[in-house]
């Protein structure tokens, strides 16, 4: 069973710094690429960052400069860096796996981050 649990959310002020991790078990980490998405009150799902089983990142345009997402294959984890973050910020952060090969996704159940201005 594939699991990924996000955790290192929390309560921030504006100009400050947050580090997400999420825990993938029971499916071959480094062969799928992986991702953070957001979803803000009263907001779509959108994507945050996503980096490949090579290391290729693509980040939103909100983000560029400010994030970085980031693996660790030997612990099955990935990482999202979320610097000078801003109240638009403030949203729950879900981790994705896209299963290579047959495009599955899987999502982590989230972690809330809210930036005070």
């Known amino acids: 069973q594939v699991q990924l649990v996000e955790s290192g959310g929390g309560l921030v002020q504006a100009g400050g710094s947050l580090r997400l991790s999420c825990a993938v078990s029971?499916?071959?980490?480094?062969?799928?690429?992986m991702g953070w998405y957001r979803q803000g009150p009263g907001k779509q799902r959108e994507l945050v960052a996503r980096?490949?089983?090579?290391?290729?990142?693509n980040y939103a345009d909100s983000v560029k400069g400010r994030f970085i997402i980031s693996r660790d294959n030997a612990k099955n984890r990935v990482y999202l860096q979320m610097n000078s973050l801003k109240p638009e910020d403030t949203a729950v952060y879900y981790c994705?796996?896209?299963?290579?090969?047959?495009?599955?996704?899987?999502w982590g159940k989230g972690t809330l981050v809210t930036v005070s201005s």
């Open positions: 980096i490949s089983r090579i290391g290729i990142t």
């Open positions: 994705n796996l896209n299963q290579t090969g047959n495009g599955m996704d899987y």
């Open positions: 029971g499916i071959i980490f480094s062969f799928n690429s």
